[in-house]
């Protein structure tokens, strides 16, 4: 079931970032007149711009497309790094490294740093 148009959807976003077609059409290095010829219903972009735009506006296909109301886009976060995280897990669960270890059983050579 389709909820909106493509065009309707890419107004809805470009209003909402608060920005212009010219903006976009500078922010993805594509010719700025093809903005408002999507906003028109004249033109549909190919795939490569597609996925430019869902991740310009972190928002899925499915919700550019006008598919669904509902964007599940998800950031990508950069990983934590291990030690990072043990660290974080050993402040939050014990006063020092050697509390941690002794309370989980943990040799304290293996996480020292």
């Known amino acids: 079931m389709i909820v909106c148009t493509f065009g309707e959807r890419i107004k809805e976003l470009i209003f909402d970032k608060k920005i212009t077609p010219e903006i976009l059409g500078s922010d993805l290095q594509i010719d700025w007149s093809l903005v408002y010829r999507w906003q028109r219903k004249e033109y549909t ?41 043990l660290q974080e897990l050993i402040s939050k669960k014990s006063n020092s490294t050697f509390a941690f270890c002794k309370q989980y059983n943990i040799h304290f050579s293996t996480i020292q740093h």
């Open 45 to 85: 972009p190919n795939l490569t711009t597609l996925l430019k735009l869902s991740d310009y506006f972190e928002v899925t296909l499915e919700y550019l497309s006008g598919r669904t109301d509902v964007n599940q886009h998800t950031k990508h976060l950069s990983p934590v790094p291990f030690n990072g995280r």
